[in-house]
């Protein structure tokens, strides 16, 4: 697998926030994409540590997703905070996970997460839309660890 640096383009990321951002305007949900190079625990566990530091549990309507991933793990995960796995379907997680991992197997990593954002973005505006004087709670941008 490519080196964190390498794993997308300063384009490839830009063209992701512009993602969320788009997504975002839809929605008072937060989503955000975090990438780190190894996890050597339990996967789901540092996502969710991750989520912690990344402050996404501190959002007024519980509302955040993180897309998680770990690049020479071969490996992502989707997390959503309480507000919105109280409200979506139970295929939500799966039929996203889905849709990020068909691509990430062609190699397609911007595609996979933008296909994400979008799919997050979407129910999200359904279950929690935007309204005049929501706030963007959280930094759009792509962080690494």
């Not at 964190?4 to 512009?18: G, N, P, R, S, Y």
């Not at 309507?61 to 991933?69: F, S």
Request: net charge negative; aromatic share 8%.
């Amino acid at each position: 697998m490519p080196y964190i640096e390498d794993f997308l383009t300063a384009q490839e990321e830009e063209e992701i926030i512009e993602a969320i951002r788009r997504a975002e305007l839809k929605t008072s949900g937060e989503i955000r994409v975090h990438i780190e190079q190894n996890c050597d625990m339990d996967i789901f566990e540092h996502a969710l540590e991750i989520f912690h530091v990344l402050k996404m549990d501190n959002t007024k309507e519980q509302n955040g997703v993180l897309i998680y991933v770990a690049v020479d793990n071969k490996a992502f995960v989707i997390y959503g905070d309480k507000g919105i796995n109280d409200v979506v379907d139970t295929d939500f997680w799966d039929s996203t996970r889905d849709k990020i991992q068909s691509r990430f197997k062609h190699g397609e990593f911007k595609k996979g997460l933008i296909d994400g954002i979008e799919e997050a973005g979407k129910v999200l505006s359904k279950h929690f839309p935007w309204e005049h004087g929501d706030n963007n709670e959280l930094d759009n941008t792509i962080s690494k660890g």
